[in-house]
């Protein structure tokens, strides 16, 4: 038997409607996590987790609007509203989701000078969050991806799952996107599938 892990990739307040970087749908997820968890040998979550004054912040910067693209620390970075800001209800998971399945959780995006999209990796790909050697460790084969947002945080996690030699997969049903420009979404999608991410439904499971 394969030994399948899922990643829930940011499941939380400020990723929902009503929340600072609401995700349209993106509560529409929790059901979906909650009716696969037990499917998997382990889950774990990541949590976007930000001190407060995060250079990936516009309020950061004089002068500078949310969307807008400046470098930080030689890297492109988009410009977000304050959220997940650590110890606040918008970094917390979504209520109903179900925490006590979730084995381990990885939080990101610390570094106040580095964002961190991938739950694995800052987007300098400098830091491990500890996410690789965890289910290296749990002799995984198969990583199962979902969770928001699709054009993000979804996307970066898989890329480095399948560039860390993880056979990795993207659960269609769980994933939501930002969709700063429309396409977006699809656009992810595309660059998952291209390097080999496979797309797959709850029913395959
Ligand atoms: C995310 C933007 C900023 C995400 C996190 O979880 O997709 N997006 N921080
Ligand atoms: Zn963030």
Redesign the pocket.
Known sequence: MKRKALIL??I?ND?IPGGA?A?EKGDEVVAVANSIMEKFDIVVASQ?Y?PKNHL?FASQHEGKNIGDVIDLKGLPQ?L?PD??IENTKGSEFVKGLDVSKINEVFQK?MDREI?S?SAFFDNGRKKATGLSTYLGKRMIDEVYVM???T????KFTALDSLHLGFNTKVIKEGIRA?ELEAGDSEKAIKDMENPGIEMVSIDDL
């Open positions: 990739v940011d939380q990723f970087l995700v976007d930000h990936s988009n977000w959220h997940c995006g964002d999209y969770g928001l947002a054009d993000y945080c979804v930002v």
